[in-house]
């Protein structure tokens, strides 16, 4: 089953960064992944996150930390329960893999 996660920090700052490889040093996207984005996890590689955007703004894949200075939480583990009352109909990246 797959893994999604809810974006819980970047509040002040529009979001978090989300740059195109797994190292801290590669590229930046130019926008941020929206602070309540949910994505879903393609790989999880220590404290780096490789997703696809299921809902919010930000860009539609990249990596991301798991955590924020000072070591506050970037990101939350979200459940399907959870999940099922978030979604809304008729939204093209509710319509991937598992979301109808």
């Given amino acids: 089953m797959a893994q999604y996660w809810k974006v819980v920090g970047g509040t002040e700052t529009g979001g978090i960064v989300v740059r195109v490889g797994r190292d801290l040093k590669s590229s930046p996207f130019g926008e941020r992944l ?10 999880l590689a220590g404290g780096r996150l490789n997703y696809e955007l299921v809902k919010g703004g930000g860009p539609e894949t990249g990596w991301v930390s798991r955590e924020v200075y000072p070591r506050a939480p970037a990101l939350t583990p979200q459940h399907g329960a959870v999940l099922e009352g978030r979604r809304r109909h008729g939204d093209r990246r509710n319509r991937r893999e598992g979301w109808p």
């Fill in 34 to 43: 929206t602070t309540d984005a949910i994505v879903k996890e393609i790989e």
